[in-house]
């Protein structure tokens, strides 16, 4: 059991998600109060699966996304991969994805009056992953960053 209180199992060495999607390990970024840092945050799909970019061409596709909590660390943008452009049957133009393994990066900024210590700024990424014949219900996931604030 995972005591996420008193630091016994840090989050950067956990898989979050699950499901056709997965997080990979976030790194604990040690940041000055007032400073930005940016973080990458590695997803992987399993073989066979894509998620629409995050500007897909079509309004009924579901983009992925990440958003996130508000609080004394806060994003300032998320930068997403190019997208792969793939032919599917179900339309009759290419479609903008995401599949494998890829990288979102968020710049973040750690407010001057930030308490120091360890923290946790917290995400949420939705998607619907799909493969060649259907498409599973879309999902979010939390996304969790650790952060040492010096």
Known sequence: ??????GLC????????SGALTVGQIDQSSVKRGST??????????????VNSNAPADDYLIPLRLTWALGKVISEGVD??????????????????????????????????????????????RYQACNNKECLPPKTIEVQVPVDIR
Do not use: R, W
Request: with cysteine; glycine share 8%; aromatic share 10%.
């Open 10 to 17: 840090p989050l950067g060495l956990q898989a979050q998600g």
């Open 80 to 125: 997403y991969p190019k997208p792969q452009l793939e032919n599917y049957a179900f339309s009759a133009k290419p479609v903008s994805v995401f599949s494998g393994t890829f990288t979102l990066e968020t710049k973040f900024k750690v407010a001057a009056d930030a308490p120091v210590g360890a923290a946790t700024v917290v995400g949420k990424l």
């Open 37 to 50: 840092f940016t973080q990458k945050i590695p997803l992987h799909l399993k073989a066979g699966f894509h």
């Open 1 to 6: 059991m995972c005591l996420l209180l008193t």
